[in-house]
């Protein structure tokens, strides 16, 4: 079955930026909608963003000047960039799939990566 | 942006009780609302999808239903590895947003 797993640094400094990469394994990254949402500790959910297999993509306004998403179908995977981060970016940060034939529901996740903003 | 306002925020319920947690959209979503179960230091886990679809492997315990902008979540028979924290999810419009939460815990 499909499973996703996040990878990356868990230690980013003030002011630079997260780079981390979902890869997609068990199956083809084609042909679905591939998302990023976070979660501070102790606090809710927020979405982040999302990209087509072919490269479209959807962002949070409340994040969308810091924020790129992108995609290698070479090698099934997708990524999250998010520039100038300060201590309010500190959170997990999962991958998840969106499935549009469930109104866009998200029904794989990865297990979910901490990074920490601090210096 | 669409807010989604879940009561109530916890809740303390006994193995075997009937939990209802209701989630309301501040405008209309017809039925683009989701609902998520997320134990502690879990990823969160689709269990109810449009409004009252059940997801594949979900246990039939749990349901869910609309009526205008409330939407619920009923969960039968309350069993131990059902105490987690549920949030609803509406993709009606952009950006995507999710209820606050609301945790389930052992009385």
């Known amino acids: 079955q499909v499973q996703l797993q996040e990878s990356g640094p868990g230690l980013v400094k003030p002011s630079e930026t997260l780079s981390l990469t979902c890869t997609v394994s068990g199956g083809s990254i084609s042909n679905y909608y591939w998302s990023w949402i976070r979660q501070p500790p102790g606090k809710g959910l927020e979405w982040i963003g999302y990209i087509y297999y072919s490269g479209y993509t959807n962002y949070n306004p409340s994040l969308k000047s810091r924020v790129t998403i992108s995609v290698d179908t070479s090698k099934n995977q997708f990524s999250l960039k998010l520039t100038s981060v300060t201590a309010a970016d500190t959170a997990v940060y999962y991958c998840a799939r969106l499935d549009d034939s469930k109104v866009d529901a998200f029904d794989i996740w990865g297990q979910g990566t901490m990074v920490t903003v601090s210096s | 942006d669409i807010q989604m306002t879940q009561s109530p925020s916890s809740l303390s319920a006994s193995v075997g009780d009937r939990v209802t947690i209701t989630c309301r959209a501040s405008?209309?979503?017809?039925?683009?609302l989701n609902w998520y179960q997320q134990r502690p230091g879990k990823a969160p886990k689709l269990l109810i999808y449009a409004a009252s679809n059940l997801q594949s492997g979900v246990p039939s315990r749990f349901s869910g239903s609309v009526s205008g902008t409330a939407f619920t979540l009923t969960i039968s028979n309350l069993q131990p590895e059902d105490f987690a924290a549920y949030y609803c999810?509406?993709?009606?419009?952009?950006?995507?947003?999710f209820g606050q939460g609301t945790k389930v815990e052992i009385k």
């Open positions: 999810q509406q993709t009606y419009s952009s950006p995507r947003t």
């Open positions: 405008q209309s979503i017809s039925s683009y």
